[in-house]
């Protein structure tokens, strides 16, 4: 069995100004890019939204906590499904390829929950979150952790790995 994908769509948009998930490029809304790019890595995708009616094909895990930001939808969805791992890609980060999406399932294929790296920061999407990491999400949801990714991979919990384009990393919080 292999890693489900799984798409953060669950925010407010605010600094966004209008729903990200609705907003387009080329054609296609921000939702539907997530949901095609994760199709192409993934056999099983899910969105993790605050919305059931959402115009895609694929399996909805209901976020009851709204606007409590991306870790509680990761923790519902390993909660709430039987999947054991997630390759997790929020809606706000288009650019991000199919090709580097494939090399994080890779990584994360081999039982590493995984993020990545660029010029030193850490970038917890794309990244892979499988259900090792449920106990410390659980933790981290209750606020007892401010940065749960630098705190798992202290504890050993997380692997991260160098990505060669930046560019990709880029999430759009602003309307462009």
């Given at each position: 069995?292999?890693?489900?994908?799984?798409?953060?769509?669950?925010?407010?948009?605010?600094?966004?100004?209008?729903?990200?998930?609705?907003?387009?490029?080329?054609?296609?809304?921000?939702?539907?890019?997530?949901?095609?790019?994760?199709?192409?890595?993934?056999?099983?995708?899910?969105?993790?939204?605050?919305?059931?009616?959402?115009?895609?094909?694929?399996r909805?895990?209901?976020?009851?906590?709204?606007?409590?930001?991306?870790?509680?939808?990761?923790?519902?969805?390993l909660?709430?499904?039987?999947?054991?791992s997630?390759?997790?890609?929020?809606?706000?980060?288009?650019?991000?390829?199919?090709?580097?999406?494939?090399?994080?399932?890779?990584?994360?294929?081999?039982?590493?929950?995984?993020?990545t790296?660029?010029?030193?920061?850490?970038?917890?999407?794309?990244?892979?979150?499988?259900?090792?990491?449920?106990?410390?999400?659980?933790?981290?949801?209750?606020?007892?952790?401010?940065?749960?990714?630098?705190?798992?991979?202290?504890?050993?919990?997380?692997?991260?790995?160098?990505?060669?384009?930046?560019?990709?990393?880029?999430?759009?919080?602003f309307?462009?």
């Amino acid at each position: 069995m292999g890693i489900a994908g799984l798409v953060l769509a669950g925010g407010r948009s605010r600094r966004f100004g209008s729903d990200k998930r609705f907003y387009r490029i080329s054609g296609r809304t921000l939702l539907e890019i997530a949901v095609e790019k994760l199709e192409r890595v993934c056999d099983r995708v899910y969105v993790a939204s605050d919305r059931v009616d959402l115009p895609v094909k694929v399996r909805v895990v209901l976020d009851t906590k709204r606007y409590r930001g991306p870790l509680y939808g990761i923790y519902y969805a390993l909660r709430r499904t039987s999947e054991r791992s997630f390759l997790v890609l929020p809606v706000d980060m288009p650019y991000v390829s199919v090709p580097m999406l494939r090399q994080v399932y890779r990584y994360g294929i081999t039982g590493f929950n995984a993020i990545t790296r660029f010029g030193g920061k850490v970038f917890p999407f794309p990244g892979v979150y499988s259900r090792d990491v449920l106990l410390y999400l659980n933790v981290s949801v209750r606020g007892r952790v401010r940065d749960f990714v630098r705190w798992a991979e202290r504890r050993g919990r997380m692997r991260s790995f160098e990505v060669r384009n930046g560019e990709e990393l880029v999430n759009l919080n602003f309307m462009p």
